[in-house]
């Protein structure tokens, strides 16, 4: 079975960071690809951060610069220090994993990040 560990989310004021965890257990298959999305209310949800096997990283335009994905060797956690963090970072943050065999996504519930002006 399938299990994820979010953590990391809260409350904090524009301009402070923020760091993500995410923990996988379970995949059927080896992990390919692992990263976050996102959902604010009344808003499609939007590519974050991902990151490879390979360590290839890519960022929505709106957080380049800010937020930095990275990943433990053992390939199954990923972690999303956010910096600089803006209210319309406001939203549920999901984590993502990809099988290498297949391409099947899995998500975890989220958790909440909340930004104050």
Known sequence: QVQFVESGGGLVQAGESLRLSCVVTGMPFSINAMGW???AP????????TITRG???NYA???????????????NT???????LKPEDTAVYCCYART?????DYWGQGTQ???SS
């Open 55 to 57: 360590g290839s990283e």
């Open 100 to 104: 290498i065999i297949g391409g099947y």
């Open 42 to 49: 009344g808003k499609q949800r939007e590519l974050v951060a």
């Open 78 to 84: 990923v972690l999303l220090q956010m910096n600089s």
């Open 113 to 115: 990040v909340t930004v």
């Open 61 to 75: 335009d709106s957080v380049k610069g800010r937020f930095t994905i990275s990943r433990d060797n053992a390939g």
């Open 37 to 39: 999305y996102r959902q």
